[in-house]
């Protein structure tokens, strides 16, 4: 019996075939990428990427197994939007500014992330320890604001700042994420949201003892 492929492998799978229509060449020059013949390669998140050049399909590199693995939704459409859709000469100001200031630059984008942030906090709370270990893991480098708060590199010096505050009598757990002020010069404001949900799966991941391998 054939397997049904579900809405999030059929978005993959045309995505893939979307990257096959872009000038890989310019794509490699416009990001300074390393390549060969098979592969375009990139650091994401601390992972190592390749992106295949004949199919489009993404994979990141375990080191613990030695091998291989097929990218996971968020992160393939996040490396699909900056690899396709980045703009040519586009630039990190290192300065930062919060996800809903970041969607009213967006062609008027509502921030609808609340709820979603609010839902996250509650797995992380009380976990400083834990978690500030799995933030280093990703590369992140301590920052001041918050219980838990790292700048976490995603992509060459394009970051993103992690801020979390335990729950105390009176509020409850916050989590925060801040986008580098020309975050869209990268990627669409849509697609911020697929990285910031795998940031989230990633630190999940490590808080429950199986963190994935990290290149660091």
């Known amino acids: 019996m054939e397997k049904i492929k579900s809405n999030y492998e059929i978005m993959k799978e045309r995505m893939a075939e979307r990257f096959l229509t872009y000038d890989q060449e310019g794509i490699i020059r416009k ?10 390669y990139l650091t994401f998140l601390s992972f190592g990427y390749r992106v295949n050049r004949r199919n489009g399909g993404i994979q990141w590199f375990d080191r613990t197994a030695g091998r291989w693995r097929e990218a996971q939704y968020n992160d393939a459409m996040t490396i699909y939007d900056l690899l396709c859709c980045s703009k040519e000469g586009g630039r990190v100001s290192g300065q930062y500014v919060m996800l809903q200031n970041l969607a009213s630059v967006a062609s008027g984008t509502m921030f609808a992330g609340k709820g979603i942030l609010e839902q996250e906090a509650k797995g992380l709370d009380h976990r400083d320890e834990e978690l500030a270990a799995a933030c280093e893991r990703l590369g992140g ?3 001041k604001t918050g219980d838990v708060a790292y700048k976490i590199p995603v992509w060459e010096n394009l970051c993103v700042i992690f801020r979390f505050w335990n729950s105390d009598e009176e509020f409850p ?20 949201w697929f990285l910031v949900s795998h940031i989230i799966l990633l630190l999940k991941q490590d ?9 660091l």
């Open 31 to 40: 990001l300074s990428l390393r390549a060969d013949e098979e592969y375009l």
């Open 141 to 143: 480098s301590r920052e």
């Open 173 to 192: 757990a916050q989590l925060q994420f801040l986008c580098d002020r020309n975050m869209l010069d990268f990627m669409h404001y849509e697609t911020v």
């Open 207 to 215: 808080l429950t003892g199986h963190p994935p391998s990290v290149v």
